[in-house]
């Protein structure tokens, strides 16, 4: 079991340019989830899907941020126009059902730097 | 939406003492409690669940819930240099609802 496996580790954009992040969730798991990590605002939850439907998605950014999840071994999440704000740790996890009594599985993060 | 905070935002303690994490949480119908643990590089890993009001030893470490008063704790005993990490509470208000976590506390074990 590799576990929750995120692509790229690092990325660099320039401001204004479109970044995709990439999650693989454990073979298996039915929810995917999208945080992202700042020191200044923790762990901030941004969506998730069960099953590959959108359940919540009330922390994203309106504007700019998208994530889909086309079929049950990956989920991307895109941001278009990328500015220094976007600058974070973008974490994936998974778990079995998504209920709330189940631990979160966490990839390493991809680490987005927006210049 | 569920606001999850944390205290102390950071904590020295020497190696074998006993390091305590508090948190606090915002709507009285949570009913999933969370402790996650973050190492440097790399992404959070659960540590233990609280599920009921009162106390959950496992091994080293002792969980403590009380919804009444919106708070859970989490206490290290012997901490060990590699409990050295980013500690997060976690709180979810029911099934199939979202985990929200808190802005951690980075607990320094000094040797």
């Known amino acids: 079991n590799a576990g929750v496996i995120q692509t790229p580790r690092h990325k660099v954009t320039g401001k204004g340019q479109e970044a995709t992040l990439w999650c693989e969730p454990i073979?298996?798991?039915?929810?995917v989830f999208w945080y992202r990590q700042t020191i200044v605002q923790g762990l901030e939850f941004l969506t998730y899907f069960r099953n590959q439907a959108p359940i919540d998605d009330s922390g994203m950014p309106k504007e700019r941020f998208s994530a889909q999840m086309p079929n049950q071994s990956h989920s991307t999440l895109k941001i278009q126009s990328t500015q220094p704000q976007d600058s974070a740790v973008y974490l994936c996890?998974?778990?079995?059902?998504?209920?709330?009594?189940?631990?979160?599985?966490f990839g390493h993060g991809t680490k987005l730097s927006v210049l | 939406q569920q606001k999850v905070q944390q205290s102390p935002e950071s904590l020295i303690v020497p190696e074998g003492g006993m390091a305590s994490l508090n948190c606090t949480f915002s709507d009285r119908n949570s009913q999933y409690f969370w402790w996650y643990r973050q190492h440097s590089g790399e992404g959070p890993k659960a540590l233990m669940?609280?599920?009921?009001?009162g106390d959950k030893k496992e091994g080293r470490f002792t969980a403590h819930l009380n919804k009444a008063s919106l708070h859970v704790s989490l206490h290290i005993k012997d901490s060990q240099p590699s409990d050295s990490a980013l500690y997060f509470c976690?709180?979810?208000?029911?099934?199939?609802?979202?985990?929200?976590f808190g802005s951690g506390t980075k607990l320094t074990v000094e040797p």
């Open positions: 996890a998974s778990s079995l059902e998504g209920t709330g009594n189940e631990r979160l599985f």
């Open positions: 073979s298996g798991h039915s929810a």
């Open positions: 669940s609280i599920f009921s009001n």
């Open positions: 976690a709180v979810s208000m029911s099934n199939y609802n979202v985990l929200y």
